[in-house]
């Protein structure tokens, strides 16, 4: 069957052959402007970390202050004097700066946590991209309070998300406030960094966030309809004396763990547990690394925040596991999010049916080689075994993945990607390519990027294979995406195959094909309280060969960015929706007979919401959500919010919840559906952590407890106290409420060894 007979007549068949079109584009060379750069000089002083910038390298070091405003304009020099200085030795790359204030008052800190986050925090940060492949690079910032974050760049740092702050590693910061200005010094092992020895330039970025001045500026200039840490523009760092690899790079990182257990539910006896374990890095060359773990365990990451589900299909939750995440994007950032190949979580996480909650499933051992061959090259292969969990019937797998992308032009790449689940023999260890239950993919993806990012895209064929043979076993999909400082317009069209079912992938729904036009345009006036406003659409549509057209969503818009960091929006919602299943839109607990919407009916209906986020910068801010219109026959109102309030500097409390009122017709059933989930983060000091989390789910009459404690006793050397509970609560039976159903405690400790 050929490809060209899955879409309809019209605009898809259309934009499929733009999109070849655009595939088959040779780029025109043009003139551009030589990227700005500074020399950095090799120091054979001590530098002493203490955030006091007394050492002569400093004063040596090239000066570093021309920071160009990105928020809320980015048409001037930004208004508060920024100075960067940098400069190295044998081991480390070192960052001074000074941030100097325009206005008096405290800075805004949100806690003394690693890896804060924030749209109105103070900080300022470095990021190295150090093959010049305007793809991946790493990120290190630091706060007034000297409060540390790193994290993982990749797709060329195009959304929010393409920054992972979940990667941990060994490097040092400190910092100091002073009376006008704060000062900070940095130093980055070149062990922790992936580069290749004797490279000449490095691509780099440097900004400051000032709450205060409600800036944000960058050197080098950035537009402002782009993420700050936006790769397509950054300057180059020219090294007098290249930088050589270590020659001897290997991390050990061993865990203890002893873990108390039970089960309520099915009336097991307590369980106790004792695990060793334990990962190693080891660089096979400076850009090429090694991940080995052994019987790891992943009990102190936190707990997934649960979300109420609406909707008929599976909700996405990211993966937090520290051995997945580092060159994540080489295995995981293939497809489109409704249907990616390789999905991390599929592997050592199954979900419990008593709670809702996602659980471990038990890895052997696993090992994962990733990184550049060159500044051209990548390439990355994993492999891994987990346990069989009988209760809930997950047998022992198997898992290999391969992948390898080719840079094409300035910042496009060509990516190639295999994936095998393959399933053990149930009555022995055995293992064969062939006789058992397998699932493989091999897939295609190009990802495209022109004009510095002006216009982007996609384009990805994927193909399955198993024991049984199906139709339609593959997924097609392609975008562009055309991005300005006042428009932004966006088109989308994937089709996955009703035999395309990847089950190391996430994929929803199979069987049908999507198209989604979206777009934004972007009025800037001049006003000291709005920085620009305009409408907005959000349009898709959904068909297959079996049903015909099942489903549409269409929103209309208008948004409202304010000079204070706030942001408003008001959208229209028209949905259709039909039914090729029987379905409960309230989704009510298992032991509720509902009675479901039946298949094979269909449903228009509207609604409006109304979103608003406050000034994060308040020690109390908000975000509000209200929803309210028909829903399938009947009707919905809804109300989300989530109030935090910022104990500076040390932790935040938060209360997220989400209430829906689901009213239908009888004798289906209507629902007041509630998820409350209130939290206590409290950060002690820069290395004893304490949170508390609690989440009451309706939909599962569950409540959850997990608390966890953390010592940080040496740079990536930690000892977690992590408990969890897990309640029965129904407002209908309140003889059961708060009866247990699950409950533990683990206890960890991890020690990170360089050699």
Aim: charged share 20%; hydrophobic share 35%.
């Amino acid at each position: 069957m050929y490809l060209a007979e899955y879409f309809p007549q019209g605009m898809p068949r259309f934009h499929f052959l733009l999109s070849l079109l655009i595939f088959c584009v040779i780029s025109v060379s043009h003139a551009t402007d030589p990227k700005p750069s500074f020399v950095i000089y090799k120091t054979s002083e001590k530098i002493v970390l203490d955030g006091i910038l007394d050492e002569k390298a400093w004063e040596k070091a090239q000066l570093m202050d021309k920071l160009m405003q990105q928020f809320p304009y980015d048409t001037s020099a930004s208004r508060v004097r920024t100075e960067f200085r940098l400069t190295y030795d044998d081991d480390f790359l070192y960052v001074s700066a000074i941030a100097y204030d325009n206005n008096p008052g405290d800075y805004v800190i949100s806690s003394l946590r690693r890896d804060f986050r924030g749209a109105g925090l103070d900080g300022l940060a470095i990021i190295l991209d150090p093959f010049q492949d305007v793809t991946n690079g790493f990120f290190f910032g630091l706060s007034p309070a000297g409060v540390q974050r790193e994290g993982l760049i990749s797709n060329s740092y195009m959304r929010a998300d393409d920054l992972d702050l979940s990667w941990d590693n060994k490097w040092y910061g400190e910092a100091k406030i002073e009376d006008g200005r704060w000062t900070a010094e940095i130093a980055i092992p070149f062990k922790t960094l992936r580069f290749k020895s004797g490279a000449k330039t490095w691509n780099v970025k440097l900004y400051r966030q000032d709450s205060k001045e409600n800036e944000r500026s960058v050197w080098p200039w950035t537009p402002r309809q782009f993420e700050l840490g936006n790769l397509n523009y950054t300057g180059e760092m020219i090294w007098d004396e290249p930088p050589v690899a270590p020659k001897t790079n290997i991390s050990l990182i061993p865990y203890l763990a002893t873990k108390g257990s039970k089960d309520y539910i099915n009336e097991t006896p307590t369980s106790s547990d004792f695990q060793v374990g334990g990962d190693a890095k080891i660089a096979v060359t400076s850009s090429l690394n090694l991940d080995l773990t052994f019987n790891p365990d992943f009990s102190q990451v936190e707990v997934d925040q649960q979300v109420t589900n609406l909707d008929r299909f599976e909700i996405f939750f990211p993966e937090r596991r520290q051995f997945f995440l580092e060159n994540a994007d080489l295995f995981s950032s293939y497809g489109h999010p409704f249907g990616k190949p390789f999905f991390t979580r599929r592997i050592g996480v199954a979900s419990d049916p008593n709670t809702g909650s996602n659980v471990q499933n038990r890895i052997n051992f696993g090992a994962r080689l990733s990184g550049n061959l060159n500044k051209n090259y990548r390439i990355g292969l994993l492999h891994m075994q987990t346990e069989a969990v009988p209760e809930i019937n997950v047998p022992k797998y198997d898992y290999t993945v391969a992948t390898a992308q080719r840079r094409i032009g300035s910042n496009s790449n060509l990516r190639a990607i295999f994936v095998n689940r393959q399933r053990f023999k149930t009555d022995s260890s055995d293992f064969r390519l062939e006789g058992y239950d397998y699932n493989r993919v091999l897939g295609l993806d190009y990802n495209y990027s022109f004009l510095q990012s002006k216009i982007t895209g996609t384009h990805f064929y994927h193909r399955q294979f198993t024991p049984n043979k199906v139709d339609a076993p593959f997924a097609y999909g392609s975008s562009i995406l055309y991005s300005s400082r006042r428009l932004s317009l966006t088109w989308w069209q994937q089709i996955f195959g009703k035999g395309y079912a990847p089950a190391v992938g996430y994929l929803p729904r199979a069987g049908y094909k999507r198209f989604s036009p979206s777009g934004e345009l972007r009025f800037f006036p001049n006003s000291e309280k709005i920085i620009n406003h305009g409408p907005l659409f959000d349009l898709v549509y959904i068909w297959d060969d079996v049903f015909g057209y099942t489903d549409h969503e269409n929103k209309l818009g208008y948004s409202v960015s304010f000079q204070n960091n706030a942001n408003l929006s008001i959208n229209l919602k028209n949905t259709y929706t039909y039914l090729f299943n029987d379905f409960d839109p309230t989704r009510s607990p298992s032991e509720v007979m509902a009675v479901p919407l039946p298949d094979s009916t269909s449903y228009h209906y509207n609604n409006v919401d109304l979103i608003f986020l406050s000034d994060p910068r308040r020690l109390f801010n908000y975000e509000l959500n209200l929803v309210s219109g028909q829903y399938f026959n009947g009707t919905r109102n809804g109300i989300r919010g989530k109030f935090n309030y910022r104990i500076q500097p040390y932790g935040v409390v938060s209360l997220d919840m989400n209430y829906n009122k689901i009213k239908l017709p009888t004798p289906f059933q209507s629902a007041d559906i509630y998820l409350v989930s209130p939290r206590i983060d409290l950060t002690l000091s820069r290395t004893v952590f304490f949170t508390t989390f609690f989440q009451y789910n309706s939909q599962f009459s569950n409540i959850n407890i997990n608390s966890r404690f953390q010592w940080r006793f040496k740079p990536v050397s930690d000892l977690f106290i992590v408990y969890t509970d897990n309640y029965f609560y129904d407002f209908d039976m309140p003889q059961q409420n708060f009866s247990p159903k699950t409950r533990s405690i683990v206890i960890k400790l991890t020690y990170w060894f360089n050699m």
